[in-house]
């Protein structure tokens, strides 16, 4: 595929602002502007601020400017001053909660997306057009100024980034899958500052995002966050478990997980061996539910339950580790 092809139809520029958004004196269109309100309404109340301080409902993005395609979307911003708030969490509260409310709603409006934002007072504006709904005055008015665009290398730029995501998702490794998300999003923003909505950084963050790259990186990263996190119902296989926990060297344990398991381990060991005796009359582990001749799979399962039934597994396991009294 040639540059000019992946650029076609991600990046465009045309003569008028879009005719299903604004009138023909360059207004919100009456109708766009109070369903705009109403979402802004909505969202604030889902935000559940006693008494937040609303300074203003705007728009930025494609939208307000000539350079909107079919893959443009609302930038719906909330403005208010983070200052209001106490501590100093609150661009992560508002950004989490925006994140919530725009993963649960698929709100359209002449079929582009509406996305949610809230905005401090005092945040740089790198936008070429800003318009207030709330006051419904432009703010900013967009230049039809033509830009430059240098689609080999914004191409260029945006094939090495698919390739990357590719093999970060090949690989499975949560710390390389949020590495490169990062890294976009600081390409991106670099990109902004210096040159704005038309640098090569951000164009080809946006055929990415066409193209359904970021999709896939942060489906991805969530995928594997959540695989790491789980545990299957189905008992582990008594072999995968033996080579694990003999490849954990209870001398420097790495993370919680194995720091756990060490400190279990020496615990059981000093419960079973500390005063010398066996494990009682014979029989006994029989009558408190553990099956004769069982393996050691059913032995671990055995060995986190409370009491008796619990010490006796773990004193027949500590046996056949080869353990002595």
């Not at 559940?48 to 939208?63: A, T």
């Not at 006051?135 to 914004?154: F, N, S, T, Y």
């Not at 009682?280 to 060995?303: C, F, N, V, W, Y």
């Not at 773990?314 to 580790?321: A, E, K, T, Y």
Request: with cysteine; hydrophobic share 35%; net charge positive.
């Amino acid at each position: 595929m040639r540059a000019k092809d992946l650029v076609k139809g991600n990046i465009a520029y045309h003569d008028e602002l879009n005719p299903e958004v604004w009138d023909n004196e360059h207004a919100l269109r009456v109708e766009v502007r109070y369903k705009l309100l109403e979402i802004a309404r909505r969202f604030i109340e889902y935000l559940e601020i006693p008494n937040f301080n609303l300074l203003d409902v705007i728009l930025r993005g494609s939208l307000v400017n000539y350079n909107y395609t079919r893959y443009s979307d609302f930038d719906l911003h909330i403005v208010t001053d983070f200052a209001s708030l106490p501590g100093d969490i609150t661009e992560q509260f508002y950004d989490a909660k925006k994140r919530i409310w725009n993963d649960q709603h698929d709100i359209t409006i002449k079929g582009y997306e509406v996305e949610l934002y809230v905005e401090d007072v005092n945040a740089k504006n790198v936008s070429a057009g800003t318009y207030s709904v709330l006051d419904d005055r432009w703010l900013k008015i967009p230049a039809h100024e033509k830009p430059d665009i240098d689609d080999r290398a914004v191409s260029a730029k945006a094939r090495d980034l698919m390739t990357q995501i590719n093999r970060a998702v090949k690989s499975g490794s949560v710390e390389d899958l949020d590495r490169l998300q990062r890294k976009i999003k600081t390409m991106r923003q670099a990109g902004l500052d210096a040159n704005g909505e038309f640098s090569t950084e951000n164009l080809a963050f946006k055929i990415l995002r066409n193209k359904g790259y970021m999709d896939k990186l942060y489906k991805n990263k969530n995928l594997k966050v959540d695989q790491e996190l789980s545990l299957d119902e189905e008992v582990v296989s008594e072999k995968w478990t033996k080579k694990y926990k003999d490849s954990i060297n209870c001398s420097n344990p790495k993370g919680f997980s194995q720091k756990a398991h060490c400190a279990g381990k020496k615990k059981h060991t000093n419960e079973n061996f500390a005063d010398g005796k066996g494990p009682g009359r014979p029989g006994d582990s029989q009558r408190h539910g553990i099956p004769k001749h069982a393996t050691m799979a059913e032995l671990e399962k055995a060995s986190h339950a409370p009491g008796r039934k619990g010490q006796l597994a773990r004193w027949q396991l500590n046996m056949r580790r080869g353990k002595k009294k």
